[in-house]
Nanobody, 127 residues
């Protein structure tokens, strides 16, 4: 079982900044949080989850989708079993529900290791 809770979303204007948080509260990711690469994904209605950013187990390596590179920063605190997404220079096209998940590499790119999604947190950016 995987239980991750995302928070921090909101309604913003283009150019604003926001930080999302995700904490593991129970289950296998909670038990071994520091051993997992973690990532953020986002989803808009009618589309699949889209990879946004990932961070290695120790925070030493990060990777971003081209659409957010230079604007978003992923970080983690293993002691708090948490991962964060600092989002700067937000654009209307960043509007989505944002999810965190343990990540692994698949042929089509970074994917949710357990294919389980939490409730996510809504980010809405107006122009």
């Amino acid at each position: 079982q995987v239980h991750l809770v995302e928070s921090g979303g909101g309604l913003l204007q283009a150019g604003d900044s926001l930080t999302l948080s995700c904490v593991a509260v129970s289950g296998r990711v909670f038990d071994s949080f520091a051993s997992y690469a973690m990532g953020w994904f986002r989803q808009v209605p009618g589309k699949d989850h889209e990879f946004v950013a990932r961070i290695s187990w120790n925070g030493g390596n990060t990777d971003y989708a081209d659409s957010v590179k230079g604007r978003f920063t992923i970080s983690r605190n293993n002691a708090k079993k948490s991962v964060y997404l600092q989002m700067d220079s937000l654009k209307p096209e960043d509007t989505a529900v944002y999810y965190c998940a343990p990540v692994w590499e698949q042929p089509n790119g970074p994917s949710n290791l357990y294919d389980y999604w939490g409730q996510g947190t809504q980010v809405t950016v107006s122009s």
